[in-house]
């Protein structure tokens, strides 16, 4: 940590600063520039939480030179962790696809997303049960009525379930019935919940938030980890901009980012990102193409029927077209993507 | 409702849309321009959440014509809103600065705080027993023990209390000690947090979410209200852009416009919005002048001891200074604003 | 177009809107709703340039419905424009790839450069010899002796000159040397340039702005073809973000979006975008796969002597590197990429 | 300035970090930590601009600890600077109110509006012959025919006149007949024409990028006055974001930032920024609580025929009420503003 002082601050400030960083052990090296004093301030930072220097007299800022995440840090653990739910392994040498609806609408529209995504490829269903929606007057998902549906159709197709969880009330029937927990983005920094859900033993897919910063989507990824759960999956799925014509830009240079800061998987959702069909194809290509360890697609058998975000939902024949473009990429990637059925 | 069929849609596809849009009851104009076909749909709009346009064949796009919200909305209730906590209105004439620590540390600091912005004419109280931090090493609140010294000295100096609510499990603790309930900006969208709010007689802050719309925001108080609890104080605290010198860039337009769109009180945070105690006070002279209802500061009896933001929180000294210009474009802007004691 | 009036808006403000729009001679549908009269017009949008509806007593907003360019417009020229630099077709099916240094230094390091990437397969050589530099006291480039050096090594090495021009002043020098002229981001709405660069016959590359909307950028595209040149290659190369961790997000969705609404080709600059060299590999890829029809990139035969944006720049090696991904990945997109010499 | 060295980065690696900030007259302080090595290095910043250490082999991360703006630093000026044009003192006392339409249309509305901003307050007329569009079908301004006219209603009225400058070809001209030249803000990082307007001896009003950080438009400052021009004073006129209610939203916390960061004086455009007459009016008075030495705002005769922006500009009587507001908050900030006449 480097503490910079201001034009002007005199021994007095200076000593009382170089006093307080001492009390919290660290070690101090301090430089006497012609315009400014720099304190640099070596130690365990993990005790910094609990005072701020900012507040000092005579302190103009203070820079952190160390990332604050520790257990998700690719310096903690320098080999890519890899994820399992059920027997499928995500962040290995497989790139797996979960598709499904946006919401559990009806069996009989779950079961036909189920088959004709796994006829296709796809290794896990996705599908909420429980939707955020910016309108109270909106589809909220069919509840638990959902995930009894979302569990029936995994047990006839075999494929995993990930849904989303929303609140720690319903964490334990959500827990019940899911595979893995989706942590949506609006969620991300909903810090109760990221503490609840590393009590359980389920893997967690974190969703990185509408205009959450790499170090803060870590940090949420931490709060998890730090509670003992350790099995998190990150997902890029768009970062709001100015920009109007989609609904959010889709970060790729965060995957590669990502995977250097770190050890945790990570994966893609372009549909939720962009929120337009057309561009879903070229975006899951591109994502892989950056080193994806995934997709989250969202597929419906009618997207103009769909209760929820049908404007991003593939229709069964363009998934087919995206897998086939994902298996071609992933080849050049030295990645396995399971063959159509 | 506007939708914009693209360039080359056919009659059938046109009539398809129209179908649709006839059997949700809505009245149907069709314009037919030289290079698009525009079909422009009169009718209830809360009936359109359940099925989606913009994934139709041949539907470029779909544009809104009104305004989502409902009860938040000032073509619903023309007069301004009036919120009361205990015997305080907020909303009407007066100006009321809720102010004190970003987080209780102890009882002392606690009614020092409290004892000092009750005499420089805050009205009520702040302080968080459930903190948000972005790190999970960082000081999380002292939880039941804050929420019961905020009750202490709140019976003692007569201040109501706002504070933060995190979650629906923790809810009933706190609103068993707040007399208004904070729903924090990385909450403004935890829709289960809002229905649950809503179900409690309390008056509720909402803030802003981080990179909120103005739009989002107030379907988030929709969701409130609509839940049934008509008692909602909005409050701007700053929204994510580029720029790094201050935390966030403070949307004081947001005032105007949501006192235009909307008939609930508008407060201002512009400590946390800033993060730097020395932008504190000119920002809320003009959240005043822009047309604010009260401001939420954040003061502290020693800032360089403070457990939680203390770069941002206000001297006792400054703090009154602040005051006094409250005061004086309060007068300008017509309000009353209490005087110190 | 879509005027909607306000709540409460009488008959005679809309008769003064409705006899406007009719004297430009639009033609109206009007459309009585419960809550607001909404009027369609129809009818040639360049007129409308001229005078501002939004303004008139009554108007609550005015939607545009058509897209505000038409010669960049895919409903315009619905086949892919092809734009051809000496001997070389850019938005064919061949990638090209544009290499070479951020900033002209000496003839060695430009020599060096241009030679280590012809070898790669790169087509055409960059270099900057008017620098924009955020700082008056950075290294603002070698200006016409650095255009010589280019004009020089491109003779030598055949390969044609990318550079960018700054201001109309120094426009024909620059003309006098380049085979094509980039217009920077920061330049991409200064209208004059536009205008001026339009009466060359050069091809232009043009950058998308920091903060620039797909449709602004296309705006500046549609600048120089009504003035007549209608050679325009797109580069996007990052917009700005909260994000601090890399300088700018490459927005790839942008690609396909833009292959959509215009018949323009479109190349990405990671180098610039991402501002770290570690990325810039995996980004490369990842724009072929979302339809690139190019690359740009820093590459420096001794990136730490740099004298400008080292740190993005690739070495050697690892362009080479680069290019056999890009050549992998061009095959998947059916494209064709030169081969290594 | 602080090096921070990777992770693992050896001996070898940092000693040639070491010697290449000797070589460059730097003073090392070097801190090996648990984690990291880091080099502080004192010296002269401004020989930094020409290399980069973030390209050298083992370096993680650079960290800047002095401004890079000098000239335009409070450290390098301590008192406010008081910038005159003509009679007028900017950055002084007193308030002063630059008013007009966005653009000159004819001699009519030009001098109608003169008289009536004259007649409210207003101390500078304002007024665009050349106007930047985004549209090339939209009006480009008179002209040299509208600077005429604006010299003209000067001559007339005695108000000094502020006039867009866009390009260094045009510069001479517009220079012949403005007061003070303006800077757009998409100009702002236009180089070439900030070297220009440096080497003339008018004021200039240098507007913030649409999506410029604080710390660029100081340094777009420091290149007018590092070329010898120090006349400049500033204009916040919004900055680009993700909300759509409003164009940008206007950053009032650049007041009193730039006010500490500098000696130069800042003024505030409402009108520009906010795109919606209604809102100008709070908007101007909070500009004025927070400090600000001025205002930049469209008043136009007829706002429904303006040829540009109609949208966001006042009626003659609307300017009137501002004015009155703005000389209430004006007494408060111990500010003069003239008087009505």
Same mark, same amino acid.
């Given at each position: 940590? %480097?503490?910079?002082?201001?034009?002007?601050?005199?021994? =007095?400030?200076?000593?009382?600063?170089?006093?307080?960083?001492?009390?919290?052990?660290?070690? %101090?090296?301090?430089?006497?520039?012609?315009?400014?004093?720099?304190?640099?301030?070596?130690?365990?930072?993990?005790?910094?939480?609990?005072?701020? !220097?900012?507040?000092?007299?005579?302190?103009?800022?203070?820079?952190?030179?160390?990332?604050?995440?520790?257990?998700? @840090?690719?310096?903690?653990?320098?080999?890519?962790?890899?994820?399992?739910?059920?027997?499928?392994?995500?962040?290995?040498?497989?790139?797996?696809?979960?598709?499904?609806?946006?919401?559990?609408?009806?069996?009989?529209?779950?079961?036909?997303?189920?088959?004709?995504?796994?006829?296709?490829?796809?290794?896990?269903?996705?599908?909420?049960?429980?939707?955020?929606?910016? @309108?109270?007057?909106?589809?909220?998902? !069919?509840?638990?009525?959902?995930?009894?549906?979302?569990?029936?159709?995994?047990?006839?197709?075999?494929?995993? %379930?990930?849904?989303?969880?929303?609140?720690?009330?319903?964490?334990?029937?959500?827990?019940?019935?899911?595979?893995?927990?989706?942590?949506?983005?609006?969620?991300?920094?909903?810090?109760?919940?990221?503490?609840?859900?590393?009590?359980?033993?389920?893997? %967690?897919?974190?969703?990185?938030?509408?205009?959450?910063?790499? =170090?803060?989507?870590?940090?949420?990824?931490?709060?998890?980890?730090?509670?003992?759960?350790?099995?998190?999956?990150?997902? =890029?799925?768009?970062?709001?901009?100015?920009?109007?014509?989609?609904?959010?830009?889709?970060? !790729?240079?965060?995957?590669?980012?990502?995977?250097?800061?770190?050890?945790?998987?990570?994966?893609?959702?372009?549909?939720?990102?962009?929120?337009?069909?057309?561009?879903?194809?070229?975006?899951?290509?591109?994502?892989?193409?950056?080193?994806?360890?995934?997709?989250?697609?969202?597929?419906?058998?009618?997207?103009?029927?769909?209760?929820?975000?049908?404007?991003? @939902?593939?229709?069964? =024949?363009?998934?087919?077209?995206?897998?086939?473009?994902?298996?071609?990429?992933?080849?050049?990637?030295?990645?396995?993507?399971?063959?159509?059925?």
């Amino acid at each position: 940590m %480097i503490v910079v002082m201001s034009h002007g601050a005199d021994k =007095e400030k200076i000593d009382v600063v170089v006093n307080k960083l001492e009390k919290f052990g660290f070690q %101090i090296h301090l430089s006497q520039g012609v315009e400014r004093t720099i304190i640099g301030a070596i130690g365990d930072k993990t005790r910094l939480g609990t005072f701020e !220097l900012e507040a000092m007299p005579g302190v103009e800022k203070v820079v952190s030179i160390l990332d604050p995440f520790k257990l998700a @840090s690719r310096n903690f653990k320098e080999e890519d962790s890899i994820i399992k739910v059920r027997d499928i392994e995500i962040g290995g040498k497989t790139i797996h696809v979960m598709a499904g609806p946006c919401a559990v609408e009806s069996r009989e529209q779950l079961m036909e997303s189920a088959l004709c995504v796994k006829a296709a490829g796809a290794t896990m269903l996705r599908g909420g049960a429980f939707k955020p929606r910016t @309108s109270p007057y909106s589809f909220q998902g !069919l509840e638990e009525e959902g995930l009894k549906m979302l569990a029936e159709v995994s047990q006839i197709t075999g494929l995993p %379930i990930v849904t989303e969880v929303m609140d720690s009330k319903s964490l334990p029937l959500v827990a019940e019935y899911a595979d893995m927990l989706q942590i949506g983005a609006r969620n991300m920094q909903n810090f109760f919940l990221l503490k609840e859900v590393a009590k359980t033993n389920k893997p %967690i897919l974190l969703k990185r938030g509408p205009s959450a910063t790499i =170090e803060e989507w870590l940090m949420a990824a931490e709060y998890i980890m730090a509670g003992g759960n350790h099995q998190v999956i990150l997902c =890029e799925r768009g970062i709001r901009s100015y920009e109007t014509y989609v609904r959010n830009i889709l970060d !790729l240079t965060a995957v590669p980012v990502v995977k250097y800061l770190s050890h945790l998987p990570v994966i893609v959702d372009p549909s939720h990102a962009i929120g337009k069909w057309r561009f879903v194809q070229p975006m899951a290509r591109a994502a892989i193409a950056a080193g994806a360890d995934g997709l989250l697609i969202e597929v419906h058998p009618n997207p103009a029927e769909a209760l929820c975000d049908g404007p991003q @939902s593939l229709t069964p =024949e363009n998934f087919n077209s995206l897998m086939d473009d994902v298996r071609m990429v992933g080849k050049i990637m030295n990645r396995d993507v399971p063959n159509a059925i």
